[in-house]
């Protein structure tokens, strides 16, 4: 990633928040790396470099900034705006493909060789991928260490190091200091979350603004008894993850506000509460990974409103709404079976026939995960796999027997591996495996993109919904005249189509109406 150096000085300069996770602030003199909005003395121009990743940044032997906790911020939205080889990369990094598989594993799962992916990866973020999976476990240790009452070696091995000494080493490489005093300064911060057996507090940093009761809306009305729920500005659900099961309790009104920078500059540093309970600790690099691409906590809201709000149609859309986010996933198995099941009905027909499934071929959680006995209100059921469902789904679903064929092709195709479902898929590459399956059309296709690879650029014109917004809104109504309009909406159309379906909802409740067209289907 080529970074204009002058104006990344200029937001370090001015100790602007907005800068946060797209790059590391470099300091030559004290060999620490901070993040834009430091508040530290801004150093002299000619002692600071700036680089694309934490990763990177230790690799040229700079350790994290005690006081901004540079690795604490939102992650970078290129992740999702790229859809090249590094950036795909970065989101399988983040889910923990290294220390589950390895970098042969990851290569294989990219469709490259090691060799090839070291060489990009190093070239365009000045890291290769042990260098970056290695920033991630340090990351994903420090978590551990300061939110859970876990022994130091039980850590070491949850956070994916293959011992105790090389856990030991890199926290003092990367933070300075051994791990013991980083959990003795989290419990004298102020403010530090509380600390308890089996269960993680975290904070979910985002930038602001944050839409997040279009969220919650969106997650309400498709909320399935036993998976998920939505309570009092709280969304909880089960949770399918590499190691095992777990449970998260999603607290938006609970996402606090605390200036980042002692002169005032910039924008608030924001927070999404999560509660995590976790079947293995080692599913918790993973599990925070998924959790902010189900809310699509690493996007830029500030460049999205820039952009959409110069349409003048788009405007008070943007206006009333700022901060739209995409609704994603944690689970990409799920959600592709629910968008199959959801073809050519409501949402409340497709919530019916999932929630029959998930009821009939799900499996039950522990108590451990879900709180307890007195905790009966929350979900305990995980969705069934793709196995289950290819297995047993004749004997479950009900309706036209093309969509029952469409569900189960598609289920037999996720459990036998000939379809894979995960963050580094290439979008393009993504649509053309889906719509060559019987039953899943153009529509159902970028829908998933959307959904499971954070694709911003996904207008989805056929949509009805999204063109009856448009009429509402006075943007064309036709396919071919709403899309040449969105033409001006790139990068961000799939941030447009989100305004549309709010608008065609009456901005009161998100998509109501159909959930895809008869042309989003082909046979």
Request: charged letters at 20%; hydrophobic letters at 45%.
């Amino acid at each position: 990633m080529l970074l204009d150096q002058e104006r990344c000085y200029r937001a370090v300069a001015s100790r602007d928040a907005r800068f946060d996770g797209h790059f590391i602030t470099a300091v030559r003199t004290t060999r620490i790396y901070c993040r834009p909005s430091c508040p530290a003395m801004t150093p002299k121009r000619a002692n600071v470099e700036f680089l694309a990743t934490a990763g990177a940044a230790q690799q040229r032997g700079y350790r994290a900034c005690r006081r901004c906790q540079p690795d604490a911020v939102p992650g970078s939205p290129d992740w999702n705006i790229r859809a090249d080889l590094a950036a795909r990369a970065m989101r399988l990094i983040a889910d923990g493909v290294v220390e589950r598989d390895g970098v042969v594993g990851l290569a294989a799962r990219l469709g490259y060789s090691e060799r090839h992916l070291n060489r990009v990866l190093t070239t365009e973020l000045g890291a290769g991928p042990l260098a970056l999976a290695r920033a991630h476990r340090a990351h994903t240790a420090r978590l551990l260490v300061e939110t859970t009452p876990l022994g130091m070696a039980d850590i070491a091995f949850a956070a994916g190091f293959a011992s105790v000494r090389q856990f030991n080493d890199t926290v003092r490489v990367v933070y300075g200091v051994p791990p013991t005093t980083l959990r003795t300064e989290a419990g004298r911060r102020r403010g530090a979350v509380p600390v308890a057996a089996g269960t993680l507090v975290l904070r979910l940093p985002f930038r602001s603004p944050f839409d997040a009761d279009g969220l919650l809306a969106f997650f309400s009305a498709r909320a399935l008894d036993g998976v998920e729920s939505v309570v009092d500005g709280t969304y909880r659900r089960t949770l399918r993850l590499p190691h095992g099961a777990a449970t998260v309790a999603l607290d938006t009104g609970a996402a606090d506000a605390r200036p980042i920078g002692g002169d005032g500059h910039g924008v608030a540093a924001r927070h999404v509460v999560a509660t995590l309970r976790l079947g293995d600790p080692r599913d918790l690099g993973p599990a925070v990974a998924r959790l902010r691409r189900l809310l699509d906590l690493d996007a830029d809201p500030v460049a999205v409103d820039a952009l959409l709000g110069a349409d003048p149609a788009l405007a008070p859309s943007v206006a009333a709404t700022p901060g739209i986010r995409l609704p994603g996933t944690v689970d990409g198995v799920e959600t592709a079976l629910r968008a199959v099941l959801g073809q050519q009905v409501s949402v409340a027909a497709a919530r019916t026939a999932t929630g029959r499934l998930a009821a009939a071929l799900g499996e039950r959680l522990p108590p451990r995960l879900t709180g307890g006995d007195d905790a009966a209100h929350e979900p305990d059921l995980l969705f069934p796999t793709a196995a289950a469902v290819a297995e047993r789904g004749a004997e479950v679903l009900t309706g036209p027997a093309t969509r029952i064929r469409t569900v189960l092709g598609l289920a037999e195709a996720l459990a036998d591996g000939s379809l894979v479902l995960d963050a580094g898929r290439d979008p393009a590459d993504l649509r053309a495996a889906l719509t060559a399956l019987p039953g899943i059309g153009p529509w159902t296709a970028g829908y998933l993109a959307m959904r499971l690879l954070g694709d911003p650029d996904e207008l989805l014109a056929t949509d009805l919904a999204v063109r009856r917004g448009a009429g509402l809104l006075g943007l064309p109504s036709d396919m071919d005249g709403l899309s040449a309009r969105a033409e001006s909406w790139k990068p961000w159309r799939s941030y447009a189509a989100t305004h549309l379906w709010r608008a065609a909802a009456g901005r009161a409740r998100i998509d109501t109406a159909t959930t895809t067209p008869p042309s989003g289907r082909t046979s």
